[in-house]
């Protein structure tokens, strides 16, 4: 990957998966100290607000599996935290993920914050991503995707945006792009 695309990824690519998982919730407050403004405008029935409000819950979801998997963890079948590889290098033609901008950033999977992505990252799969019953998935709630989208920031300041001399949080809370 070149410096050009290295760069499409920092202050595109990754910053609109976080404002996804982010869309009218709470955690800008909670990860930035401000209060969000989401309140249903007077023009919208409930009944749409309530189909707007299930799409971001879905988007939500959708992208913070996007983001845990990029970090390298998911699930593996005996329920512990596993590196999320890509395919080989000649099958993954298009697939894109953190060792890809910076070799070693990777995720543990030997670690308790890797075992919070894991699970929620199963809770994604099998609550949203694949139609499921009675599948028993961790649950998928507000202050768990919280804690989710810390972790993957930290890890993403830490392991690519630092080195690069570039602040995740001027990407992800800009006003305009």
């Not at 998966?17 to 029935?45: M, W, Y």
């Not at 030997?110 to 139609?131: I, K, P, Q, Y």
Request: hydrophobic fraction near 30%; include cysteine; charged fraction near 30%.
């Amino acid at each position: 990957m070149d410096q050009e695309d290295r760069d499409a990824w920092l202050s595109t690519h990754i910053p609109h998966r976080i404002r996804a998982a982010i869309a009218q919730s709470d955690v800008r407050g909670t990860l930035l100290n401000e209060q969000p403004s989401f309140s249903k405008p007077e023009t919208v029935d409930d009944i749409t607000w309530r189909c707007h409000g299930d799409s971001i819950w879905e988007g939500r979801l959708a992208s913070v599996r996007w983001l845990i998997e990029f970090v390298g963890i998911r699930q593996g079948k005996d329920g512990k935290p596993k590196t999320s590889e890509p395919k080989p290098e000649g099958e993954r033609k298009y697939d894109v993920w953190i060792e890809d901008l910076t070799p070693g950033t990777k995720m543990n999977p030997d670690t308790d914050e890797a075992r919070v992505l894991a699970d929620f990252w199963m809770g994604c799969t099998r609550g949203s991503s694949h139609a499921t019953d009675a599948s028993n998935h961790p649950p998928l709630d507000d202050r768990r995707r919280v804690q989710v989208i810390g972790i993957i920031l930290n890890h993403l300041q830490k392991n690519i945006y630092e080195p690069a001399g570039k602040n995740i949080k001027d990407y992800v809370w800009c006003r305009s792009g």
